[in-house]
């Protein structure tokens, strides 16, 4: 079981709203949210929040008597909650939350990211990314910028996934094998990447929850 929700963060720029949802979530998420300096920033961690709120609250669990923890790498996790796993991310005007019943890890990127970089630029960020296969498929693709931006998404979902952070080199990852993949486009122009352990057979179960934010 994998369940994606996302939503866009554009209702979040509104103080009043803003205001009012900030409330939903718990204290210590509030003072989180609060130690971004940049609005936007601060809109999308909100936004990722109470989109775990809701798919909590859709699992029949209650928001408010949810327990939060850390694991070594800094991994969040439910203390509660055993069988279920969740994976929160945001990039520009978008929030998504995946939760799970195995191990999870979830990325997204604008598809155009890396527009407007030199292709030489371009090349440097794939040196110190892929790995030598991963490298050979890349140089075949057609529209390689997305393609890298793609992979990109693939290997930060799995280092969500394992929760090793950043002493995980994006260069170390295989994204052909040892994990199983699922990617999808959002509003045309985000590109996602959900990463578990083992096969996910059902697929991923997608809820747009803009309106409700």
């Known amino acids: 079981m994998v369940k994606l929700y996302y939503a866009k963060i554009t209702n979040l720029y509104d103080e009043k709203c803003f205001e009012e949802k900030i409330k939903q979530v718990k204290e210590k998420r509030q003072v989180r949210i609060f130690e971004y300096c940049q609005k936007k920033d601060r809109c999308r961690s909100l936004a990722a929040s109470l989109l775990l709120k809701m798919a909590l609250e859709r699992e029949g669990i209650c928001y408010d008597e949810v327990c939060f923890a850390q694991k070594t790498g800094g991994k969040p996790y439910l203390l509660l909650q055993s069988g279920l796993f969740f994976s929160l991310a945001h990039a520009q005007e978008m929030a998504v939350c995946v939760i799970a019943d195995q191990e999870v890890g979830v990325d997204v990127e604008r598809k155009d990211r890396l527009t407007g970089k030199k292709e030489e630029q371009k090349l440097k960020i794939a040196k110190k990314m892929l790995t030598p296969e991963e490298w050979k498929q890349w140089e075949k693709e ?4 997305e ?6 998404t693939k290997k930060e979902s799995y280092v969500k996934m394992t929760g090793r952070g950043l002493t995980e080199k994006l260069m170390t990852i ?6 199983f993949y699922q990617q999808m486009l959002l509003d045309d122009m985000y590109i996602l990447s959900v990463c ?3 096969v996910d057979e059902g697929g991923v179960r997608i809820e747009n929850m803009s309106n409700y934010l």
């Open 174 to 179: 295989d994204t052909l094998s040892n994990a």
């Open 147 to 152: 393609t890298l931006i793609s992979i990109w």
């Open 196 to 198: 578990t352990a083992l």
């Open 142 to 145: 057609e529209y390689r910028t």
